[in-house]
């Protein structure tokens, strides 16, 4: 372990949120629009005994400012990914956005494969019918 990865573990995550912000050369308001927030919650992330981001929102801020997730949310590992191994991180909206959706993917998990491919193809025939 280098002395930068040293430094990045005692880090907190209000300075590793705005670390990685100012590498992306982004302002507080840049990021906010990029991820879908107010400023002021990217202001709340990187002050002092701030709040928080949800997991969400470190995946966006991670996408957004191209660093890994693991280092923003923990401190461990490299900051930027390494262009040989990189795997962008999933995208938040490729998880269910709602009850709804979240209680249809854990029903449909429990089907046969079969059956779960015939209510696939039912739900692009129904969606094909709205706009």
Do not use: F
Request: glycine share 6%.
């Amino acid at each position: 372990m280098d002395i930068d990865d040293t430094e990045s573990i005692r880090m907190h995550m209000e300075d590793r949120v705005r670390r990685a912000r100012l590498q992306a050369k982004l302002s507080q308001q840049e990021l906010a629009s990029k991820i879908g927030v107010q400023r002021s919650a990217v202001a709340q992330w990187e002050k002092n005994g701030g709040n928080l981001p949800s997991m969400n929102h470190l995946i966006e801020i991670a996408l957004a400012t191209e660093v890994t997730l693991e280092w923003l949310g923990t401190g461990r590992g490299p900051i930027k990914p390494d262009n040989e191994t990189w795997t962008p991180a999933v995208r938040s909206l490729d998880y269910a956005q709602d009850e709804i959706e979240y209680q249809c993917l854990q029903d449909l998990r429990r089907l046969p494969h079969q059956l779960r491919e015939s209510l696939a193809g039912i739900i692009a025939i129904l969606a094909k019918s709205y706009p």
